[in-house]
């Protein structure tokens, strides 16, 4: 009886829960204001995956997540229920490793350790044409052009491949440039250019019309280049390292802008530029974050610490207000990208570790992709 005092009152009234149980506890305490009808997605695990999630992201409009898993698939989820849309999408061989939602919505981009890309119809679920191949290893990494035309991918091959996004058609050989695997690779917000970084230790600037470098590759690091990221407006670019520090450099000539930036005691696994532009958060092997000055390169304040393991993943929050990180301690934290000052507790939920993290575009909620082949809402 004591579940049906206590309990029972505040759970949603369309639940079955509720509906089964309520007769028993008529002449109890009653809730008159404020409980929901449904349960809600904010509270709910997303289990599907037979494998670790690897990959998520938010469509452009907020209504759907799209995750991809060491299972092979990628499957869609109901942003505001939680709950699978479809079976999931099978087109891969090996683990999927990245995907990314076109800017209109429409479509999906998928990379595997296959060494195929796959395009995806979001509104059907069904694979547009067969899987993308170029590559001979496995695609680490995938992005569209802001404006939706073009796909770029990058391969522990040591290329980069661009591809028409409406046709699948690959646009001429892979861009070769390095000598050992590529990392990570971005678009520039205007669509002309796409930076990459290597294990080679450098960084390229391609023009995305002539598919070669421009002007000198930058070298700034001592080892492998992890994570690379452009400003907003597209004048900058930040990059992070096995080496420790992060480099700030001018997008437009290619130079670096300053010394290294310092503050990190081991190997840098995420960076991201606020929306805003003025600032840069990066995440560590030393368990920390630190927010940085995007215009002078200063650290602002010490290292935010709370996580007691590795920073994997980071993202700014759409309005630049509010940080989102997820570690191997199998935490995500919420900071205050003013302050640095943490809010609230660490979110508690995965039991493994959190490999990816997304805001919603309105900025009210976040997903976690984790180890443990969950997505927590």
């Known amino acids: 009886m004591h579940i049906y005092n206590s309990a029972l009152a505040f759970v949603p009234q369309q639940t079955i829960l509720y509906k089964s149980y309520s007769s028993n ?10 409980t929901s009808l449904h349960w809600s997605a904010l509270i709910t695990a997303c289990e599907g995956h037979n494998g670790s999630v690897t990959c998520v992201e938010f469509s452009p409009d907020g209504s759907k997540i799209v995750s991809g898993s060491i299972d092979n698939t990628l499957r869609f989820w109901d942003a505001a229920s939680g709950v699978a849309i479809g079976e999931p999408l099978n087109g ?8 990314k939602f076109s800017p209109d919505g429409s479509q999906i981009v998928s990379g595997s350790n296959d060494n195929t890309l796959q395009l995806w119809d979001t509104k059907s679920g069904v694979a547009i044409g067969k899987p993308l191949e170029g590559h001979n290893g496995p695609i680490i990494c995938v992005k569209f052009s802001t404006n939706g035309i073009l796909i770029v991918s990058s391969s522990n ?3 980069l491949c661009l591809w028409d ?17 590529i990392h990570c690779v971005e678009f520039s917000p205007d669509g002309l250019s796409i930076v990459s970084g290597s294990s080679d230790n450098t960084i390229c600037l391609w023009s995305v019309k002539s598919e070669i470098v421009i002007g000198k590759i930058l070298c700034g690091h001592s080892n492998e280049v992890t994570c690379v990221a452009f400003s907003s407006d597209g004048s900058k670019i930040v990059s992070g390292s096995y080496d420790t520090t992060l480099c700030l450099w ?12 310092e503050g990190h005691s081991n190997i840098i696994n995420c960076i991201a ?9 990066s995440g560590s092997d030393d368990n920390t974050l630190l927010l940085w000055d995007a215009k002078s390169g200063a650290a602002i304040g010490k290292p935010l610490v709370f996580h007691i393991e590795p920073v994997i993943c980071v993202e700014f929050s759409p309005d630049s207000t509010l940080i989102v990180s997820g570690s191997s301690d199998m935490t995500l934290c919420l900071w205050n990208a003013e302050s640095g000052a943490a809010v609230g507790q660490p979110l508690i939920g995965h039991t493994h570790s959190v490999h990816c993290v997304a805001f919603s575009p309105d900025g009210l909620t976040i997903v976690s992709g984790s180890f443990d082949n969950t997505l927590i809402l």
């Open 165 to 181: 996004a409406k046709s699948g058609a690959v646009m001429g050989p892979p861009i070769k440039g390095y000598s050992e695997y």
């Open 25 to 34: 506890s008529e002449n109890n305490v009653k809730v008159l204001n404020g």
């Open 157 to 159: 091959d040591g290329t």
């Open 273 to 281: 530029f606020s929306p805003d532009g003025l600032k840069i958060v």
């Open 92 to 99: 891969h061989t090996d683990p999927v490793y990245c995907v």
């Open 250 to 261: 001018d997008a437009n000539s290619g130079t670096a802008m300053g010394k290294p930036l």
